[in-house]
């Protein structure tokens, strides 16, 4: 890969590193549209056991994900809002290295080169 190359990729992934970390703490903690519209039709309402869900809508019967308890759990680190930025610094660079790890697997290689596991390379 060229240098020039090389300094796009990286700018690239400094713009988006600086992008999740800085914007991240902007984002919004209301519901986004997908969650509100699942919401029209009910109302939540607080009880002894949490916040319920009553009316007819989408979410009703709606469950919390099996990672909802997970350390990046609603783009915070541990549940801290305070860590939302970096958050996205981490799901950015996981994002790079599974996108990265998918283009070096999958890149074309060059056609004079034998394939490892085609076998030994002996005519039988």
Known sequence: ???????FFAGFAL???VAAGVL?????SDPD????ATLK???VVTTDAGEELTGDCIAKDARDHHLADGPLADYTVGGDDRFTGVAGV??????LVVAGGLFWLLRKR??????V???SGHDT
Do not use: H, I, Q
């Open 1 to 7: 890969m060229s240098k020039r190359t090389w300094v």
């Open 41 to 43: 039709g009910c109302e």
């Open 33 to 36: 549209g997908l969650d509100s």
């Open 24 to 28: 991240s703490y902007f984002a919004d």
């Open 110 to 115: 060059p056609a004079g080169r034998e394939n």
């Open 117 to 119: 596991t085609a076998g």
């Open 15 to 17: 713009v988006a590193l």
């Open 90 to 95: 981490l799901g950015v660079l996981a994002t």
